[in-house]
């Protein structure tokens, strides 16, 4: 399916992402010792723990929002439907133009 050069390149580009990785990772060890391999693990790992506590109170949010307005919907169902209705007019005319 590939040209024998396609697959030369492909293996070449493997073997280049292969060193740099081995490179970093060598250059990495050679320029932090120990204790801070330990700081950089607990920092990233404690920014870690709050971007995930952002996502999980930004979801409750969502869900919180996405609740409301189907108990609106099912309460008012007629005026939801003209909402969505004057909604759609105006969006359509909007892109009328």
């Known amino acids: 399916m590939f040209s024998s050069a396609t697959k030369e390149s492909a293996a ?13 990772r060598h250059d990495m060890d ?10 950089i693990t607990a920092f990233a790992s404690q920014a870690g723990r709050t971007a995930r506590n952002y996502f999980d109170h930004a979801n409750d949010q969502v869900g919180d ?12 169902p ?14 359509g005319m909007l892109l009328r133009r």
Do not use: C, P, W
Request: proline share 0%; hydrophobic share 40%.
């Open 65 to 76: 929002v996405t609740d409301r307005i189907n108990n609106e919907i099912h309460a008012k």
């Open 30 to 39: 050679q320029t932090f010792d120990s204790n801070d391999h330990k700081t």
């Open 12 to 24: 070449n580009l493997k073997n280049d992402v292969k060193e740099t990785a081995y490179n970093a």
């Open 78 to 91: 007629v005026r939801s439907a003209m909402i969505a209705l004057g909604a759609g007019f105006i969006l």
